[in-house]
Nanobody
């Protein structure tokens, strides 16, 4: 089993930045595709970004491209999501997830999920 724990969420004003962390335990994180998803109140969970096991060019949702950056530190079993120029529409619970195969933009491809961390952007 792989356990994922997110941290780093909080409240920030529009235009500000936050960095989320997702630390894995139980298995080697680098063997999995790692993704970030988010879910706003009353909305479905949506894809934000994912990076493959080989850390090729990440796949970003258009809504965050140029503002968010994913990175991974395999030695620390941790993936980071740097979020800059935050907007009110970025407000959501952010989840990290790990997948071993499948379409990395689809939440159903992911086998393991963290508990989520709240990000609130005030305008």
């Amino acid at each position: 089993q792989l356990q994922l724990t997110e941290s780093g969420g909080g409240m920030v004003q529009a235009g500000g930045s936050l960095r989320l962390s997702c630390t894995a335990s139980g298995r080697t994180f680098s063997r999995y595709v790692t993704g970030w998803f988010r879910q706003a109140p009353g909305k479905e969970r949506e894809f934000v970004v994912a990076v493959s096991t080989s850390a090729d060019v990440p796949d970003y949702a258009d809504s965050v491209k140029g503002r968010f950056t994913i990175s991974r530190d395999n030695a620390k079993n941790t993936v980071f999501l740097q979020m800059n120029r935050l907007k009110s529409e970025d407000t959501a619970v952010y989840y990290c997830a790990a997948a071993s195969r499948g379409n990395i933009r689809q939440s159903t491809s992911y086998d393991y999920w963290g508990q989520g961390t709240q990000v609130t952007v005030s305008s």
